[in-house]
C-alpha cells in the first residue's frame, strides 16, 4: 500500500485549554473539561484519538458492506479507553462495541467485526510508531 500524509495546523494562546485546529479546510477545537481548568469547548484529545478510531472503522465497514452489496442499514459503535499513566510504557485499553442493523447473516457480522479491525487507524495505532517534535 501507498504512503500517505496527513496535515494538521494546531494553535493554542492564553485560553486554557482551548486548541484551534486545521486541517485541510476544517476547524476543530479541543479542550478540557471544566474540572481539569479549561472550558470543555470541545472533545479532549483523548476523545478526538477516539473519534479518530470510531470514525474509520465505521467509514471501513461502509465501505466494506456497500462493495459486497450487503442489507447494512446502521452501525453504531461506542468506543471506551482506558488508559494507565501511573507506569512506563502507559497502558491503554480501548474496547469497541458495535452494533449492526440489517438483515445480515452471522457470517457477514463476523466478516464486517474482523473489517474494522483492518481500518487503516486501527492499524496505525497498533503498529509501531515513531513521533518527533522540533522546534520550527
Keep these: 500500500m501507498a504512503k500517505n500524509t496527513y496535515k494538521l495546523e494546531g494553535t493554542i494562546g492564553n485560553d486554557h485549554y482551548q486548541t484551534k485546529l486545521v486541517t485541510r479546510s476544517h476547524h476543530l477545537v479541543a479542550d478540557e473539561p471544566n474540572e481539569l481548568g ?76 474482523a473489517i474494522a479491525d483492518k481500518c487503516p487507524t486501527h492499524r496505525v495505532l497498533t503498529g509501531q510508531i515513531e513521533i518527533q517534535s522540533h522546534l520550527a
Design 38 to 113: 479549561g472550558e470543555d469547548l470541545g472533545p479532549t484529545p483523548d476523545e478526538l484519538l477516539l473519534a479518530a478510531l470510531a470514525s474509520c472503522k465505521l467509514m471501513t465497514m461502509r465501505m466494506y458492506a456497500d462493495r459486497k452489496e450487503w442489507p447494512l442499514e446502521k452501525i453504531d459503535a461506542l468506543l471506551e479507553m482506558e488508559v494507565d499513566r501511573s507506569e512506563l510504557p502507559v497502558q491503554s485499553r480501548i474496547s469497541c462495541r458495535l452494533k449492526l442493523t440489517g438483515a445480515l447473516d452471522a457470517e457477514q457480522q463476523a466478516r464486517l467485526v
